[in-house]
């Protein structure tokens, strides 16, 4: 049930008992927790959590409660071996929910799943290699792909797509293909480069930051606290999002004594900007075009003119594009009204240096390139790009998902990166064919043109939209393989052969013949760090991630030439030959090993954050976009007027993604039950609904299939008209996989049409 009660601050007090709480419920020694502070340090491990920046220097503590959460979960000394499995139907595991299968513990056996038998049991490392040898020569390479999370490694993630390449299969999806794509994209086409231009220097000296799109206390608490320290020095900070996010409202930091005394928590946000779900893209225009009529007020006053002379392209199609967009247009788009664009614009022209700072809120859109698009046009501007305190920074998810894309685990690599691993391991040849994005693979196991899945971590039938369809369309492939910390619901959908491999998480030590492994992480801005596990492994039987690709790359004969032995016992050697294929591809992969282990990290060069603009014509680009009439909603209203809702899925406070901590949103006031859907209190009324009630949800996307939940409870908030909310992944059957972002193709996991009505 939920019951609605008062909120706490975010941070503060709550922070610590959820830290403790983590620690208790898994089991977690006392003489261990020392080493959870380890996080983030040099010579402990990165954070498991996610890819906020590490602060330098020798902070006390450098992890936050949600870090400490997901150390605690994979730290935990309950597991799952043999005599779990043997016997058991993917039904019997499937009955178990998604908080109950991870709950087991970790994996300490390879599993195999035989369609023939219909049950799983425990087999040894050289029957699970022999099997995935067997299935993946039986199988034409094209129709196998090969999925990472980005919670691996670089080394990890380098060996997965030179053993897919190798193997030949182009068909690479990754976790950022449902996550920061349309950033990557936006930014590549506008800057020259596909990653954010900020470090944790600009958070300490930006005077105004914009968070877009962003619910940090609860995502990236340690993001949290530098808004916090930039709030207390005084920087202003905007906030653009439909919820009123109490990490914004009321903050308390944790690691401060005198404030957990208090435990009121400060206003860290000094305006909170409700747009309607996908209004920002309108709501920038709004804020550029009052910014326009300022500097044509008083010319040379707002525009950093001699910076757009010198450095972009394109200025005169996104004036012409400002003048021909009316403030009614605007206003009706974004949900904001003229005067707080103009006042969001007054603040940006005021302020020296300025960050905007966003993530899922932007790219789970229809039109999420050309949103960020407008963000970067909004900074170049005023040439708050490639200086201090200003810049781009879309904050990344999963701890390493920017490193895996860095070392070629896409679908989308040059062919500069191919021809070098070529050169690296002569003798090796390379499929060079377009792959498959995640759309592609979702679309292929619909069709039937991808008959085996496999997979570096994830869960990736509950991570896609239309997550039941893909769970189902697993179980038709011929081959699923999975190596994976903990079990999830997509393990449970196996195809006619199922493999499931144990592996080691950055929490553990990692002995290998060649001596302890380090492996290595890259965050959001750019910086490279050693990572080494603290804790002996729980099971023997577990194996590193590169240790487990290496071997069934060699096993399935894939790029034979490859010294994969090698590579499974010494991990220096797999970043020695990262750095050859860097080079002329990644800037700043001199010297891996020696920088890596001497001083524990180094900074990969941002070319765009040093005004080299890395496009056709080596200028930064402004980028100018109409608004649309044809997205998946706007079709939906035409259709059904205001019976439709745009629906958000989001996380909530108590949760890594589609790993679920407990059934508590504690900053939303939702306590025992994550089956909640939040409206304004004006479109619960005109459905004759009250706070309370119970309610099925139908998704309005015509395109012949139909997807509802049921029984959810409906919930009055603080959340725009025409919009609602619910959490990942409880309302993942909605989303439809028929749509996507243009060019991105992310899917719209923030911009549904729904209708909601009374529970049958
Ligand atoms: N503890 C914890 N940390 C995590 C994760 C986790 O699940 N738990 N997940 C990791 C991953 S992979 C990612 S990608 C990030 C996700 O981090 P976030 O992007 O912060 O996560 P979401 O909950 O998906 O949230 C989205 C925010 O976007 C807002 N929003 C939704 N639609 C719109 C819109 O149209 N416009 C605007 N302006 N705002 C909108 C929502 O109100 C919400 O505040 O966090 C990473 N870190
Ligand atoms: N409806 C909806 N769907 C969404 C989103 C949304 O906002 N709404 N967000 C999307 C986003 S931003 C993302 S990034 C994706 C996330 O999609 P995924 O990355 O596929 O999902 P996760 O939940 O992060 O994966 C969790 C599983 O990873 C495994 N794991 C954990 N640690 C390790 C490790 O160290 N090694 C290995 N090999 N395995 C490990 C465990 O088995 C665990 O069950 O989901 C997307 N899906
Ligand atoms: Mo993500």
Request: aromatic residues 8%.
């Amino acid at each position: 049930m939920t019951t609605p009660r008062k909120p706490s601050p975010a941070g503060g007090r709550g922070a610590l008992r959820g830290t403790v709480r983590a620690w208790s419920r898994q089991g977690i020694p006392l003489k261990l927790i020392g080493s959870f502070f380890t996080a983030n340090k040099v010579g402990g491990f990165d954070c498991p959590g996610c890819a906020f920046p590490d602060k330098v220097g020798h902070p006390l503590v450098d992890s936050c409660e949600q870090g400490q959460k997901a150390i605690a979960w994979e730290m935990t000394r309950k597991s799952v071996g043999a005599e779990f499995f043997d016997g058991k139907t993917p039904a019997q595991l499937r009955a178990l929910g998604d908080f109950d299968l991870e709950f087991q513990g970790r994996l300490t056996t390879p599993v195999l799943y035989d369609a023939t038998v219909g049950t799983y049991r425990a087999i040894d490392w050289d029957e699970a290699y022999a099997v995935a040898a067997r299935e993946l020569h039986a199988l034409p390479p094209q129709s196998v792909a090969f999925y990472a999370s980005g919670r691996s490694s670089n080394e990890a993630a380098f060996l997965w797509q030179l053993a897919a390449r190798g193997y030949g299969s182009p068909h690479l999806p990754d976790s950022s293909n449902f996550c920061h794509e349309p950033s990557s994209l936006a930014l590549k086409q506008s800057l020259g480069t596909g990653k954010g231009t900020c470090t944790l220097e600009d958070f300490e000296n930006a005077e105004l930051f914009i968070v877009i799109g962003q619910n940090p206390a609860s995502n990236h608490p340690r993001m949290m606290a530098a808004l916090y320290e930039a709030k207390k020095r005084g920087a202003t900070i905007l906030v653009v999002n439909p919820l009123r996010e109490r990490g914004f409202t009321h903050f308390s930091d944790p690691k401060n004594v005198a404030e957990l005394a208090r435990d009121t928590g400060i206003a860290v946000a000094d305006a909170i900007y409700q747009v309607t779900i996908g209004g920002d893209f309108a709501a920038l225009k709004g804020v550029m075009k009052a910014l326009l009529e300022t500097e044509r007020a008083a010319p040379g006053t707002v525009f950093d003119q001699a910076f757009i002379a010198q450095h972009t392209e394109g200025f005169d199609a996104l004036i012409a594009d400002l003048d021909a967009c009316d403030w009614a247009t605007l206003v009706a788009r974004s949900g904001l009204d003229e005067a707080q664009m103009r006042e969001i614009a007054a603040h940006y022209a005021r302020a020296k240096s300025t960050m905007i700072t966003w993530c899922m809120g932007l790219t789970h859109h229809p039109d999420a390139v050309a949103t960020i698009q407008q963000v970067v046009n909004l900074l170049l501007l005023r040439g708050n790009i490639g200086r201090t305190g200003a810049g781009a920074m879309p904050v990344r998810g999963h701890s390493n998902v920017q490193g895996d894309r860095t070392m070629g685990a896409t679908s989308q690599v040059t062919d500069a990166w191919l021809d070098n691993i070529e050169h690296t391991f002569p003798g090796v040849r390379l499929c060079r064919d377009a792959g498959r994005d995640a759309a592609g693979v979702i679309d292929g196991l619909f069709d039937g043109n991808v008959r085996a899945l496999l997979s570096l971590g994830g869960n990736f039938g509950v991570a896609a939209p239309d997550a039941p369809r893909v769970l189902a369309a697993l179980e038709r492939c011929r081959f699923t393989l999975h190596i994976a910390t903990k079990l999830n619901r997509t393990h449970c959908h196996p195809g006619a052969i199922g493999l499931l491999l144990p592996t080691l998480g950055r929490t553990d030590r990692d002995l290998r013949p060649g001596g302890e492994q380090c492996i290595s992480t890259e965050d959001s801005s750019a910086t490279v760090r050693a990572s080494r596990g603290v804790q002996a492994p729980i099971s023997e039987l577990q194996r590193s991630e590169p240790a487990i690709v290496a071997e069934l790359a060699q096993a399935i004969g894939a790029a034979p030439s490859v010294p994969w032995r090698e590579f499974a016992d010494d991990y220096a050697a797999i970043r020695d030959r990262i750095e050859r294929c860097q080079r002329g591809v990644t800037e700043g992969f001199e010297r891996y090993n020696d920088r890596l282990l001497q001083d524990g990290r180094f900074m990969l060069p941002n070319a765009a954050s040093n005004r080299q603009w890395n496009t056709a014509n080596s200028k930064a680009r402004f980028m100018a976009h109409a608004l649309h009439d044809d997205t998946p909603m706007q079709q939906a209203r035409l259709a059904h007027g205001e019976a439709a809702l745009t629906l958000m899925t989001m996380r909530a406070h108590d949760q890594f993604n589609t790993t679920v901590y407990s059934s508590d949103d504690r900053y939303r006031g939702v306590e025992g039950d994550r089956r909640v859907v939040f409206l304004n209190a004006g479109d619960l009324a005109r459905r004759g609904l009250r706070d309370g009630d119970r309610v099925d949800i139908e998704c309005l996307v015509d395109d012949g299939h139909e997807r509802r939940v049921e029984g959810f409870t409906a919930r009055a908030w603080g959340i725009p008209p025409g919009c609602c909310a619910a959490y990942y992944p409880e309302a993942s059957g909605l989303i439809a996989a028929s749509v996507y972002s243009a060019g991105s193709r992310t899917p719209l996991y923030k911009e549904m049409p729904v209708r909601i009505s009374p529970a049958a």
